[in-house]
């Protein structure tokens, strides 16, 4: 099991200044951190309900100013390196130099210049884990810039600038949730977040005698990007049937009562349960802040549960590995709720587990998993953390 540790920043340092020399200019670091979405899943495109917690692990990024005209990039997790002119920006073949390029070139857009600058990315996020180190990468490059040439932009500029990098410079279709958990999260709360409007508010994660624990599938995950567009356009043909009834621009817009009265108007019946996951999956969402601020956990880990349950059932984006866990999770005494969490098909599972259980459970868990599947998860213990912003 893995305490995910906190990165050591003098071996940062020194790595850096083997990389790129030392020219006496003052060396800044930065982190944003990865998130786990706690509940609400794909209900973030369809205009509806989330709720994800920032987690302690995420990109680190040392930056410093440099006397070239040109931005070079390094990461510790690649061998690949870039060196781009700081007046322009083309997309690069090298895959992880693209997001913080996408984020240079949206401050650029903005009427936003740059002199040279050197950057050396580190991270401690389980790549391709569905903890979104793609966001993590995008909001640490963001805070950076904008902390370094004292852009002034919020927050909030910063998560949308984020977002619309991934989507227009790497060409990922992303909801916004990612990036708005990686930098407005805060240690102990989960972010309730409307996607639709952007309102959102901090809700106190009081586990008690619980933690959350991190399940790893280390899934190959292939399938994700054509399931994940035809699930959008199924959600999208949906609200076309349903907007018969009044006209909807989102399927978030409609309560559960409401939904089961006109469902009748979808013709298709895998159309009609795709519907039926995002809609119920809104409510569980409220539901489960609800049980949060009573304190009421019990509730909170019956709606994971649920959640799972519809993932698999309606919106089939779960798999066979996500279900072995999720099912070897919920015969462990001290478990009260166990979900996918992510995109699906692979990915990572979330549990709450009682604390004097999670040994039992990492064990037990991991070597049914390994039984039925031939493949070995990994386990972390998640710590609740800060969103992003500069670290010394």
């Given at each position: 099991?893995?305490?995910?540790?906190?990165?050591?920043?003098?071996?940062?340092?020194?790595?850096?200044?083997?990389?790129?020399?030392?020219?006496?200019e003052?060396?800044?670091?930065?982190?944003?951190?990865?998130?786990?979405?706690?509940?609400?899943?794909?209900?973030?495109?369809?205009?509806?309900?989330?709720?994800?917690?920032?987690?302690?692990?995420?990109?680190?990024?040392l930056?410093?100013?440099?006397?070239?005209?040109?931005?070079?990039?390094?990461?510790?997790?690649?061998?690949?390196?870039?060196?781009?002119?700081?007046?322009?920006?083309?997309?690069?073949?090298?895959?992880?130099?693209?997001?913080?390029?996408?984020?240079?070139?949206?401050?650029?857009?903005?009427?936003?210049?740059?002199?040279?600058?050197d950057?050396?990315?580190?991270?401690?996020v389980?790549?391709?884990?569905?903890?979104?180190?793609?966001a993590?990468?995008?909001?640490v490059?963001?805070?950076?810039?904008?902390?370094?040439?004292?852009?002034?932009?919020?927050?909030?500029?910063?998560v949308?600038?984020?977002?619309?990098?991934?989507?227009?410079?790497?060409?990922?279709?992303?909801?916004?949730?990612?990036?708005?958990?990686?930098g407005?999260?805060?240690?102990?709360?989960?972010?309730?977040?409307?996607?639709?409007?952007?309102?959102?508010?901090?809700?106190?994660?009081?586990?008690?005698?619980?933690?959350?624990?991190?399940?790893?599938?280390?899934?190959?995950?292939?399938?994700?990007?054509?399931k994940?567009?035809?699930?959008r356009?199924?959600?999208?043909?949906?609200?076309?049937?349903?907007?018969?009834?009044?006209?909807i621009?989102?399927?978030?817009?409609?309560?559960?009562?409401?939904?089961?009265?006109?469902?009748?108007?979808?013709?298709?019946?895998?159309?009609?349960?795709?519907?039926?996951?995002?809609?119920?999956?809104?409510?569980?969402?409220?539901?489960a802040?609800?049980?949060l601020?009573?304190?009421?956990?019990?509730?909170?880990?019956?709606?994971?549960n649920?959640?799972?349950?519809?993932?698999?059932?309606?919106?089939?984006?779960?798999?066979?590995?996500?279900?072995?866990?999720?099912?070897e999770?919920?015969?462990?005494?001290?478990?009260?709720?166990?979900?996918?969490?992510?995109?699906?098909f692979g990915?990572?599972?979330?549990?709450?587990?009682?604390?004097p259980?999670?040994?039992?459970?990492?064990t037990?868990?991991?070597?049914?998993?390994?039984?039925?599947?031939?493949?070995?998860?990994?386990?972390?213990?998640?710590?609740?953390?800060?969103?992003?912003?500069?670290?010394?």
């Amino acid at each position: 099991m893995n305490n995910m540790h906190i990165m050591d920043i003098a071996a940062l340092k020194n790595k850096f200044i083997s990389l790129y020399g030392d020219n006496r200019e003052k060396l800044k670091i930065y982190f944003a951190p990865g998130r786990v979405n706690l509940i609400g899943e794909h209900t973030d495109y369809n205009g509806g309900y989330v709720l994800p917690c920032a987690l302690h692990f995420g990109t680190y990024l040392l930056l410093r100013q440099s006397g070239s005209d040109e931005i070079r990039l390094a990461s510790t997790l690649s061998h690949d390196t870039a060196s781009v002119p700081s007046d322009g920006f083309i997309k690069s073949h090298v895959k992880w130099v693209n997001y913080p390029l996408g984020v240079l070139d949206q401050f650029r857009e903005r009427g936003f210049g740059f002199t040279g600058l050197d950057l050396l990315f580190a991270g401690d996020v389980p790549h391709a884990a569905g903890l979104s180190s793609s966001a993590s990468i995008e909001m640490v490059t963001a805070v950076a810039v904008n902390d370094h040439y004292q852009f002034r932009l919020d927050m909030i500029d910063l998560v949308k600038l984020s977002q619309k990098a991934e989507n227009v410079f790497v060409g990922v279709n992303c909801g916004i949730m990612d990036q708005f958990a990686s930098g407005m999260g805060r240690k102990g709360h989960a972010v309730f977040l409307d996607c639709a409007t952007l309102k959102y508010e901090s809700v106190p994660l009081l586990l008690g005698n619980y933690q959350l624990v991190i399940s790893n599938t280390n899934k190959k995950r292939g399938l994700t990007d054509s399931k994940y567009n035809e699930r959008r356009s199924e959600c999208d043909r949906s609200v076309e049937y349903l907007s018969k009834d009044g006209p909807i621009k989102y399927l978030g817009e409609l309560d559960y009562p409401r939904f089961k009265a006109i469902k009748h108007l979808i013709p298709d019946e895998t159309i009609r349960r795709r519907a039926n996951h995002v809609i119920s999956e809104n409510q569980r969402v409220t539901d489960a802040v609800s049980a949060l601020k009573k304190g009421d956990l019990v509730r909170f880990g019956e709606l994971m549960n649920a959640s799972h349950d519809s993932l698999r059932d309606d919106y089939e984006v779960t798999g066979m590995e996500l279900d072995t866990l999720v099912e070897e999770a919920r015969k462990i005494k001290g478990m009260i709720g166990s979900r996918m969490t992510g995109a699906g098909f692979g990915g990572c599972t979330v549990s709450l587990v009682n604390k004097p259980d999670t040994d039992m459970f990492v064990t037990s868990v991991g070597a049914a998993y390994r039984g039925k599947t031939g493949l070995t998860a990994d386990f972390y213990i998640a710590e609740v953390g800060n969103g992003a912003g500069r670290i010394e």
